[in-house]
């Protein structure tokens, strides 16, 4: 067995009481300081068991702690202070069954609706223009997620602004950012987000409708592409 292999099983083996510092509830995750002294480590709000509140800046925790594939140290089996391990309970002997909440198919829906608009400017119906930005914003919405995603995995303060994300997304690349949070599992949990990027996807549809069934963007497209 390697040396960080021992480490690892090591650390999980050792329960250690500290407290909660710089956490971001926006985000999910934050630093526990131990008590006895020592490296501080990273903890996820994943890594509770059986929480019944978020966790705040100062809360006391018991955890332990495992060494990442990148040598960072991370809180795992976290607790907060005075929390005992619920027992499993039975399941309720009801005839009615516990549904999973509904999963929205954010990928299908974007992949549908760039193929109608595709269709829809090879039969002449929709200007050109309006699927050329749908596509091409699409595509930069989506890198713009998975960049966003890659920073907020390696702990990068350089994210992209979430008001970025919604204009891009307003400029016709919300299908592309459909994909990217479905692939990714970014952005999907954060009510404020999801409540922006429906405002993005309204203020978009409501904009080409209107340029669109005025004219005005049947004219622009000739302008730009020349016809």
């Known amino acids: 067995m390697s040396t960080q292999g021992r480490t690892s099983a090591t650390d999980a083996a050792t329960r250690r009481a500290g407290r909660i510092t710089g ?3 926006g985000k999910g995750y934050g630093f526990v300081t131990p008590h006895d002294g020592g490296a501080r480590a990273f903890v996820h709000i994943k ?3 059986q929480a019944t509140r978020r966790p705040f800046d100062g809360d006391l925790i018991s955890y332990a702690t495992r060494v ?6 991370n809180a795992v089996d976290v607790r907060f202070a005075g929390q005992r391990v619920a027992a499993p309970r039975a399941a309720p002997r009801s005839p009615t069954r516990h549904r999973a909440p509904m999963r929205i198919p954010r990928a299908g829906i974007a992949v549908a ?3 109608v608009a595709v ?3 090879l039969l002449g119906i929709a200007p050109a223009l309006v699927t050329l930005v749908y596509l091409v914003m699409s595509a930069v919405s989506y890198i713009a997620y998975v960049l966003d995603k890659d920073a907020a995995g390696k702990r990068r303060r350089q994210r992209t602004p979430e008001a970025t994300l919604h204009a891009l997304d307003t400029l ?3 299908p592309g950012g459909l994909i990217a949070q479905q692939q990714m599992r970014h952005k999907t949990v954060k009510a404020s987000f999801q409540a922006g990027f429906a405002v993005s996807v309204v ?3 409501l904009v080409v409708a209107a340029l669109w069934y005025g004219g005005v963007a049947g004219r622009m497209s000739d ?3 020349g016809r």
């Open 23 to 25: 956490w971001d509830d």
């Open 68 to 73: 990442d594939g990148k040598g960072r140290l």
């Open 113 to 115: 609706f760039l193929a």
């Open 223 to 225: 302008f730009v592409l």
């Open 47 to 49: 890594a509770f068991q």
């Open 172 to 174: 016709g690349g919300w």
């Open 203 to 205: 203020v978009n549809l």
């Open 119 to 121: 269709a829809l400017m």
